[in-house]
């Protein structure tokens, strides 16, 4: 089985360039979010605890099964660890043999990006130039990369609760060409945006966008609420957008859209991607992709990699399972 | 993130001596299982397809959280593949981070016999001295071993219809020291046998053991009927029998006894290890242990694993994940 660690996603990333290899991602994000019947969803599995919760995520188009595991704990951060790790795994569904271990960390970072960037393709009006970004910590610097190399977007306003962190993303993408500026508040970062991403890590309602931000024709690129109590919209903003949802049933409880009675009119990502449903209909439309993540988003990923890394060196072979002479014989493994 | 693969579990297994390992991960068996309800039981995630099943089996005690990937391919076997493959992860809830990655192909032969025979040392009548094999694939030794570690029974009598596969057994335990014999039939096979382990592979409702073939006072250790249409006791046996499952939700789909009424009694295997419930009251009873297998199991394996090999070289470290200098900074890695 192909592995996949920190280290060579790290040195495959570089390798390669992080806009072409979420260029490339982004379309096998595309090609999959159109096959979507073909996919089986089911809700995730989540194992929650007092200091977080412990996730696996699985999907399968019936050729390949994939799952993510992903854990989150805020209260990592006090203890210098990492709030989110996560890996995925790929197999053949003919046989059941994984064929992939990988790290999804970055991975995860990437994919998240991707998908916002190729949503905000479809969405985001026309001529699109600036984008105010709330919430500038892990996944920021992805995110940024993803809306140069697909819409272009490379004015960037960036607000942040603790400026460090604002200035944590400039230093990291200070010599990569974007022009930055890190504002004194949200208000500040949202004025002439014209999309918005909103990505904060609090676990709580909170009201990162009150209605009062959102100019006609923004898109609202809305990561950071993804589980249940954690939110980061106005409920005045859902109202007034029309709003885009990977998996309803699934963004019903996780997503911004937690706070909406339940016949709040969504529509899911694949119909739009598909064509059978129009995006956004006039310039002054608020669209707002109120995005938590969904398997599909993870098997795309593991599926990019698996044909990406085939027969080159950014894996190691695993001994997870041995060859059997006579596959009736395990023991044998022991004799 | 420890990693152990076929090569370190071979090597472990062999170092430490089989039947030694069986023992000890006896004791984590019975330890998890009578502190059955701190355990967070679900059932487990199958996706399944025209040619098998892959499943994800979770569990948690609040300290740790374990799962298992395990798939099951009857039509492997005609491709020089192995028909299940496994793996599983060990996680500390606390901060979510993975902690064990290992191969669970071996792991889960050993902790499936070593549940067995602590089952039947629990159940099966004082003084059991021969046990009847029937059906002697990949199973097969693991369980000879944990009967004679645990119950010290060395009189095996075997049959499979397919003789070579029997040849096999002998042939991988000829200097083991047991006392084997290769009946023409499953009738010789029971014959005066005081256990009688069933663990036969086609997946359909057989009849490997038929009413009269039980007399009184047997245990039947049922392995093979673990998953929906695949059964191998003819109802009969089960009706004036006492059969103990490992937990009941489960078994009633999956087990021997999805062939009974809803109503049909059985005993949770916690009960009887915790003193709160008989197990075998008179001599002459039938005892039955349904066994398909339960992610308590998988667990208790990881956290023995764990346990054993750390600070050995029974593992190698992966690079699952990266360290941070500021945990809020995931691009750092790419910088």
Redesign the interface.
């Known amino acids: 089985m192909k ?1 996949t ?3 060579n996603m ?1 040195r495959f ?2 390798d390669h360039g ?1 806009e072409t290899v979420i260029t490339e991602l982004a379309q096998y994000l595309e090609h999959d979010f159109k096959r979507w019947e073909e996919f ?1 969803k ?1 809700p995730r ?1 989540a ?1 929650h ?1 007092k ?4 996730e ?1 995520m ?1 999907t ?1 188009d ?1 050729q390949q ?1 994939g ?1 993510k ?1 992903v ?3 805020p209260g ?2 006090k ?7 996560a ?1 995925g ?1 790929l ?1 053949e ?6 064929i992939l ?1 990988s ?1 999804m ?2 991975a995860t ?1 990437l994919r998240t990006a991707a998908m916002s960037a190729l949503v905000a393709k479809y969405l985001a009006k026309e001529g699109s130039k600036t984008m105010a970004m709330i919430g500038n ?6 995110q940024a990369h993803a809306f140069r190399a697909l819409l272009g977007i490379d004015e960037l306003r960036l607000y942040d609760i603790d400026k460090s ?1 604002s200035e ?2 400039v230093k ?1 993408l200070e010599t990569h060409g974007f022009n930055m500026s890190i504002c004194n508040s949200s208000q500040e970062a949202v004025k002439r945006a014209d999309i918005i991403t909103t990505c904060t890590a609090d676990k709580k309602n909170a009201t990162i966008l009150s209605d009062n931000m959102v100019g006609a024709g923004v898109h609202i690129n809305a990561i950071g609420g993804d589980c249940p109590g954690k939110t980061e919209l106005h409920a005045d903003i859902l109202s007034r957008a029309k709003v885009f949802v990977e998996y309803e049933e699934q963004s019903r409880i996780e997503g911004e859209i937690q706070q909406m009675p339940e016949d709040f009119e969504v529509t899911e990502l694949w119909q739009i991607f598909s064509g059978e449903k129009q995006g956004r209909a006039l310039e002054s439309d608020i669209t707002v992709f109120d995005s938590v993540g969904f398997a599909v988003e993870d098997f795309s990923i593991l599926r990019y990699l698996n044909d990406k890394i085939d027969s080159t060196d950014y894996y190691e072979e ?5 060859t ?1 002479d ?10």
């Open positions: 592995y660690g920190v280290n790290v990333i570089k992080i089986d089911t599995y194992s605890s200091g977080g919760v412990i696996l699985p399968s019936g099964f799952f595991y854990n989150g704990h990592n951060y203890k210098d660890l990492q709030t989110v790790i890996f795994v197999s569904v003919e046989t059941g043999y994984p271990f790290e960390t970055i970072a910590g892990c996944q920021a610097e992805f962190v944590k993303m990291n695993l001994d997870l399972f041995g059997l006579d596959s009736r014989n395990l023991f044998g493994l022991l004799t």
